[in-house]
């Protein structure tokens, strides 16, 4: 068993024995609030993604930080403790997969504040790193919780990024981030369906090419 930096435990399994179709058809169920249970954003994103790869309906994962380790103590010849480690580099954004062939890159911020959102939390190599993928023609964006008001946004990675390069800008209103993302609702299988967002940003980008 691997414990990978999101906290999450990977185990062998058992493979899952294949649908006979690979057409997507998923139904959210509402009505359930998970953010009332003590679940944080990335939580609820880990466990939508657990569900898009069961229903074969996407490959999205978590991306690991990359450490460099320094000093490991063996307690127990069975168990490795990490005593002393560094980052190595900085981390991108926080997700990346794909979904019916498009590449998806997407950073989950949340915030507490009622009006706005700051731009602060944002890191310049991560929109740097939004908007090289965004150049190869990637699905990017950001899941944005309102978590006082329990409201989550999928915001295009275009809008934040002409928002964080604006001077004297410092935070999105939360105007601002209703006029330009996609709403959506917590719920159950997934708890956060951000892959109707994305289904929106497909069509869009097909309307504009026009297909």
Same mark, same amino acid.
């Given at each position: 068993m691997v414990?990978?930096?999101?906290?999450? !435990?990977?185990?062998f399994r058992k493979p899952v024995q294949k649908k006979p179709t690979l057409k997507r058809s998923y139904h959210h169920k509402k009505g359930v609030n998970f953010s009332d249970r003590g679940m944080t954003l990335e939580q609820q994103i880990n466990e939508s993604n657990k569900y898009y790869l069961s229903e074969e309906i996407a490959v999205v994962h978590?991306?690991?930080?990359?450490? #460099?380790?320094?000093?490991?103590?063996?307690?127990?010849?069975?168990?490795a403790v990490i005593r002393e480690a560094y980052f190595r580099q900085a981390s991108t954004t926080d997700y *990346?997969?794909?979904? #019916?062939?498009?590449? +998806?890159?997407?950073?989950?911020?949340?915030?507490? *504040?009622?009006? *706005?959102?700051?731009?602060?939390?944002?890191?310049?190599?991560?929109?740097?790193? !939004?908007?090289?993928? +965004?150049?190869?023609?990637?699905?990017?964006?950001?899941?944005?919780?309102?978590?006082? +008001?329990?409201?989550?946004?999928?915001?295009?990675?275009?809008?934040?990024?002409q928002a964080w390069k604006t001077k004297n800008k410092s935070s999105l209103t939360l105007k601002e981030i209703e006029d330009h993302s996609v709403e959506i609702k917590s719920g159950f299988h997934p708890t956060l369906p951000y892959i109707e967002a994305v289904d929106h940003f497909i069509k869009d980008r097909k309307r504009l090419n026009g297909k």
């Open positions: 414990k990978y930096p999101s906290g999450s !435990l990977a185990a978590k991306k690991p930080t990359p450490i #460099q380790i320094v000093k490991v103590d063996y307690p127990k010849r069975s168990k *990346n997969g794909v979904y #019916q062939g498009y590449y +998806l890159d997407f950073e989950a911020k949340e915030t507490k *504040n009622k009006t *706005n959102f700051p731009l602060k939390n944002f890191h310049e190599h991560q929109i740097y790193h !939004l908007d090289e993928c +965004l150049k190869q023609q990637g699905i990017c964006f950001t899941i944005i919780g309102f978590t006082s +008001l329990d409201r989550y946004f999928v915001t295009p990675a275009s809008f934040v990024i």
